[in-house]
C-alpha cells in the first residue's frame, strides 16, 4: 500500500490481481448481474485509488476494500429497489426468443448458489465473507461495522435458513442414491 | 444433550467453531442419534460446498477498462494540480494585527488634523438649511468672471430668495397696484430672472439650476417662509 501511495502502478496492478477473484466472488453473488458486478468491483479499485493517501494503516487491507465493496454493492442494491428492472425475456412477445427451456439446477452448487441468492441482505453478506470467503469472524464484523456476536448470530441464521431451503432438494437426492444403491445390490 | 440443543449446535460443531465441553456433549449426541447425524452430515455437505463455490468469472479485458479508467483519473489529477493557483499565504492575524492598528491610528491622527472646520461645524450645529446650501456653495465656481461682488460669508439660499421675492414684491408694487397676495407659483430662477439686474450671478454659469417653488404668502416673515420652504 506504502507503494501504491508512492504512485507505484506495478504494485497496485498486482494488488488489483489479487483482490479482483475474491471480491467478485462476493459481489457477483450479491448482485443478479454480472456485468453489474464486474461494474462495482472495477468502481471499488477506482475509488481505492483515489483514496488511496487517505488509507490509515492502523487497519487492515483487506477489511478497507471488502467495506468499499460491499458498500458500493449495497447501494447498487438499493438503486434497484428504487427503479425496478424488467427483463426483456419477461415481456409479452419474446417468448420465441426463449427457444432453450431453462435449465434446472441439479448438482448442489447450483442449487446452493440459487438458496444463497434467495436470503436476506444481511445475513447472505455475512454468510459469504464467512463461509464462502472463509474470512475470520474478527475480521468480518470490521467489515460489516457490526459487533462480533451480531456477525456470529447472522452466519448461524443463514446457516440454518440454507438448511431449510436444501432440505427436500437434499431428501430427494439421498432417496435417489438410495435407490441405486439398492438396484445395484439387487443386479 | 437434548437432541433440540444439539441441534441448535450443529452448523457450529460441523464448521469447527465448537470448543470445550459444548463440542465434547455434542459428539457425545452424534454417537447415540441417528436423526442428528443426519443433520449434521447435511450442515457439512453445505459447509463444504460453500467453501468449494466457484469463483465468479471476471471478463477478459476487466484489466484493461479498469487500467484505462485509472490513466484517466491520474490525468485529471495531473492536470487538477497544474492549474490550479498556488494556496494564497496564510494571514496570521497575530502578526498583522499591530500593523493594522498602527496604520488605523496614523491615520485617524491626520484625518483628525486635517479637518477641524468640520469638527467646529458640528459643534455650532449648523441649521438644515445652512448645510444644505454649503452644499451649493460648493457648486460656486471659484472665479466667477461676471462676480462684481463677493459673496457673503453668511450667503444662505433663504436669506437669498427672501431677497430676491422682496425685490419682486418691490417691483410688483411699483408695477402694478396689486400689492402683497398676489405672489403666484413660480421658480426661484425666474425670479432670479426678473432680478437679474441686481444678482450679480449670472444665471447661465452655474451647471446646477436649483428650482425650488414658493408658495403664495400665508402672511409670514418672508424670510422664515423662504426657508421653510425649502
Request: hydrophobic share 35%; aromatic share 8%; proline share 4%.
Amino acid at each position: 500500500m506504502k507503494a501504491i501511495q508512492n504512485g507505484d502502478m506495478v504494485a497496485f496492478n498486482s494488488m488489483v490481481n489479487r483482490y479482483k477473484g475474491r471480491l467478485m466472488n462476493v459481489i457477483g453473488r450479491m448482485l443478479s448481474s454480472q456485468e453489474e458486478a464486474e461494474d462495482v468491483v472495477q468502481e471499488t479499485f477506482v475509488r481505492v485509488y483515489q483514496h488511496r493517501q487517505s488509507f490509515d494503516f492502523k487497519h487492515c487491507f483487506s477489511t478497507w476494500i471488502y467495506t468499499i465493496g460491499l458498500n458500493l454493492a449495497r447501494n447498487e442494491l438499493r438503486k434497484r429497489k428504487r427503479f425496478r428492472f424488467y427483463d426483456i425475456t419477461d415481456m409479452p412477445g419474446h417468448e420465441a426468443e426463449l427457444s432453450v427451456e431453462p435449465k434446472l439446477p441439479s448438482r448442489l452448487p447450483e442449487v446452493l448458489n440459487e438458496a444463497i441468492k434467495s436470503l436476506p441482505e444481511k445475513y447472505r453478506t455475512a454468510f459469504l465473507l464467512r463461509d464462502v470467503q472463509e474470512m475470520p469472524y474478527e475480521e468480518v464484523a470490521q467489515v460489516l461495522g457490526v459487533p462480533l456476536g451480531t456477525v456470529k448470530s447472522r452466519v448461524n441464521r443463514a446457516r440454518l435458513t440454507l438448511r431449510e431451503k436444501l432440505r427436500p432438494r437434499m431428501e430427494e437426492q439421498n432417496a435417489l442414491s438410495k435407490s441405486t444403491l439398492l438396484a445395484v445390490n439387487i443386479l | 444433550m437434548r437432541c433440540r440443543k444439539a441441534r441448535s449446535l450443529l452448523s457450529t460443531y460441523c464448521n469447527e467453531e465448537l470448543t470445550g465441553r459444548q463440542q465434547v456433549e455434542v459428539r457425545e449426541h452424534l454417537a447415540g442419534c441417528a436423526e442428528c447425524r443426519r443433520e449434521a452430515s447435511a450442515f457439512q455437505s453445505i459447509s463444504d460446498v460453500a467453501s468449494e463455490l466457484s469463483q465468479k468469472a471476471l471478463s477478459e479485458d476487466f484489466n484493461t477498462r479498469l487500467l484505462n479508467r485509472i490513466a484517466e483519473e491520474r490525468f485529471s489529477e495531473t492536470r487538477t494540480r497544474a492549474y490550479l493557483p498556488r494556496r494564497a499565504p496564510i494571514i496570521s492575524w497575530r502578526l498583522v494585527a499591530p500593523a493594522v492598528a498602527s496604520v488605523a491610528l496614523v491615520l485617524f491622527a491626520a484625518v483628525s488634523m486635517l479637518m477641524p472646520s468640520q469638527q467646529q461645524g458640528v459643534l455650532n450645529m449648523a441649521s438644515v438649511s445652512d448645510r444644505m446650501d454649503n452644499l451649493y456653495r460648493t457648486v460656486q465656481p471659484g472665479n466667477n468672471p461676471n462676480m462684481t461682488v463677493n459673496p457673503q460669508k453668511d450667503w444662505s439660499l433663504g436669506k437669498q430668495i427672501a431677497t430676491t421675492e422682496r425685490f419682486s414684491r418691490i417691483s410688483n408694487m411699483l408695477t402694478d397696484s396689486q400689492g402683497f397676495g398676489n405672489m403666484h407659483l413660480t421658480s426661484v430662477s425666474n425670479l432670479a430672472h426678473t432680478a437679474s439686474a441686481r444678482i450679480p450671478y449670472h444665471s447661465g454659469y452655474f451647471k446646477i439650476q436649483p428650482i425650488i417653488r414658493v408658495y403664495e404668502n400665508s402672511g409670514k416673515n418672508a424670510s422664515e417662509e423662504g426657508e421653510n420652504a425649502y
